[in-house]
């Protein structure tokens, strides 16, 4: 089976920086996707790891573990359009599975 | 343009009738998926299928169905067995050979049954 976690919440302030992590327990595994979601719509591409270390794209960043079973996202000089979900997403096997999501909210 | 569609965008049913979404793709790519999103909530996988004329269930399958004739089609039918079937469905493509690309979404079905 697979199992992925993320915090539910998180809020932080505009211009800072928000670090979003991602545990998770697969079988299989293929690779991490990172994706945004706003409110009613559909979710938007962000990152991909499949080897440890950090992958960085503007002022997003994943860094990936694949021993610990953990990545993470971040987030550096918040706007507030990035008040929106993130999802993890784990390929295990053909499968693309995706986490709970973490809601944030960023503030003025 | 490339891309995937899913229609309609919003649908009410009632109680007791089957439905079908529709899923199309022209990105030429063999792996689709649908996925159910409840409000606040993750993405839960229905349905995935890795080639044409087949496919396997995900982890809430019971009271759905698909089919997946054409590489570019991959429609999900809403059965009246799903308990609680009003729901924000999302269907999604990527390439199953090259597994470092990411899965592209449609715009999602918000469906309603009253």
């Known amino acids: 089976g697979q199992n992925i976690d993320q915090p539910t919440e998180m809020t932080a302030t505009e211009g800072a920086i928000v670090q979003i992590n991602c545990t998770y327990q697969?079988?299989?595994?293929?690779?991490l996707f990172w994706y945004q979601q706003h409110a009613g719509e559909a979710p938007t591409f962000l990152s991909y790891?499949?080897?440890?270390g950090l992958e960085e794209k503007g002022r997003f960043s994943s860094f990936l573990s694949r021993s610990k079973g953990y990545s993470y996202l971040l987030l550096k000089e918040l706007q507030m359009k990035d008040s929106a979900s993130y999802l993890c997403?784990?390929?295990?096997?053909?499968?693309?599975?995706f986490g709970t999501g973490t809601r944030l909210q960023v503030f003025p | 343009d490339g891309g995937i569609t899913q229609s309609p965008k919003y649908l009410f049913r009632k109680e007791g009738q089957n439905v079908t979404l529709s899923c199309e793709q022209n990105?030429?790519?063999?792996?689709m998926y649908w996925y159910r999103q409840d409000p606040g909530q993750g993405l839960r996988l229905i349905y995935y299928?890795?080639?044409?004329?087949?496919?396997q269930k995900g982890d809430i399958a019971e009271g759905y169905s698909v089919s997946r004739e054409k590489k570019e089609s991959f429609p999900l039918t809403v059965t009246s067995a799903q308990k609680n079937p009003t729901a924000f469905y999302l269907c999604?493509?990527?390439?199953?050979?090259?597994?470092?690309?990411?899965?592209?979404f449609g715009q999602g079905t918000r469906l309603t049954v009253v």
């Open positions: 790891n499949v080897l440890d």
């Open positions: 299928s890795q080639i044409v004329n087949d496919f």
């Open positions: 697969t079988s299989g595994f293929n690779g």
């Open positions: 990105l030429n790519h063999d792996a």
């Open positions: 999604a493509s990527r390439s199953a050979t090259a597994l470092n690309t990411e899965a592209f």
């Open positions: 997403a784990v390929t295990d096997t053909d499968k693309l599975i």
